[in-house]
């Protein structure tokens, strides 16, 4: 179902333009050019969601990413949004990533039908937007789920709390994801099909110039396939998060905490990340440290890591960023290990236009 509302959404949105004169179409696109090798270990897993994977070779192809989104007006209430993406991890094939339809109910009020982004995270929207922010990618421990996106609707309310810029945005859906990459990449490539189904969730983000915070909780029903053999039918499963940010003047501090559950399959697994960054002028030098943990189950489940990230960001222009990072990963997993302990030089230059 997910795909077909995707195509019809995808075929207006680019027909529309053709077919109504008072119609403008908007179009942006980013791109993150990423090289990067592994000093200490074997392998480095950066990218969990699209299982971007570094070795002891130079590599491009695991943190490469492009994007370009497609926005059509038709008129003040109706905006159509597709964004396509492009992961050197995947192969460089396409994927839609954004494909909804946005309507103005007024203006603190919008509805949106079909395919967006599963906002479980800070950076949700704008993970493969590298420009967004100062690290290379957000940092790997707190970002692992492997669904990332839903086909449904969700309503978002924008009200005027005078110095404080306010979101709330509840949202419905399922998504089903055939042959998940992080999933088949974890079972040794074993095939592993994933649905979340009866997807309900709330968001809630108050932030003015110097405080961001945002609460966020999802509940859905998972079902989990590996070679047609039917794993979980259905389970009952719960994320909640908590982040607060301060921009005071030069000095950022970053912080983000979230919790998994599934009480059916004993699992229960917390993510954190906290990050602080000094801006001098162009360049913001960055430290970061994130951790994954999973309180280990009868059957062997006790995925556990943690990372340190040391980095700068240097702005060549309003539109271009350069960035350099070095991660230390420590993989504290007996029976569930990851990929064993790493270390990651990598740099990139990001870039929107």
Do not use: C
């Not at 993150?32 to 070795?55: A, E, R």
């Not at 908590?242 to 919790?259: G, M, P, T």
């Amino acid at each position: 179902m997910g795909k077909y509302l995707t195509s019809i959404l995808l075929g207006l949105t680019l027909l529309l333009p053709a077919h109504t004169a008072l119609a403008e179409t908007e179009v942006t696109g980013f791109a993150s050019m990423v090289g990067g090798i592994v000093t200490h270990g074997n392998q480095f897993l950066s990218d969990y969601p699209n299982t971007g994977l570094y070795d002891k070779d130079i590599s491009f192809a695991p943190d490469t990413s492009f994007g370009i989104q497609f926005k059509t007006s038709t008129n003040e209430s109706f905006e159509f949004i597709i964004q396509l993406l492009s992961h050197g991890s995947l192969d460089y094939d396409i994927d839609v990533d954004w494909a909804y339809i946005n309507y103005s109910i007024d203006s603190e009020l919008s509805l949106q039908l079909g395919r967006k982004r599963l906002p479980l995270y800070y950076y949700s929207d704008f993970y493969d937007l590298g420009f967004a922010y100062y690290w290379i990618r957000p940092p790997s421990d707190s970002y692992t789920w492997q669904i990332s996106a839903y086909n449904g609707m969700s309503l978002l309310y924008e009200p005027d709390l005078g110095k404080w810029d306010t979101t709330f945005n509840f949202y419905l859906g399922r998504e089903d994801d055939k042959e998940n990459e992080l999933l088949s990449f974890l079972a040794d490539n074993n095939l592993v099909d994933e649905s979340w189904k009866n997807i309900l969730g709330f968001v809630a983000e108050v932030s003015d110039d110097t405080f961001d915070y945002r609460f966020t909780v999802m509940n859905s029903q998972l079902s989990r396939q590996s070679n047609n053999v039917t794993l979980s039918d259905g389970v009952n499963q719960l994320f909640y998060g908590i982040s607060v940010n301060i921009h005071a003047d030069k000095l950022i501090f970053l912080s983000e905490y979230n919790h998994y559950q599934r009480h059916a399959d004993n699992i229960s697994v917390s993510t954190y990340m906290l990050s602080l960054a000094y801006k001098l002028n162009k360049t913001t030098p960055h430290i970061t440290y994130s951790q994954l943990k999973q309180r280990p189950i009868l059957n062997g489940g006790d995925e556990h890591h943690y990372t340190y990230s040391l980095g700068v960001r240097h702005n060549l222009n309003p539109s271009t960023a350069l960035k350099v990072q070095y991660d230390i990963t420590t993989d504290k997993g007996v029976q569930s290990p990851v990929v064993g302990d790493g270390k990651l030089l990598s740099f990139g230059l990001d870039i929107t236009f």
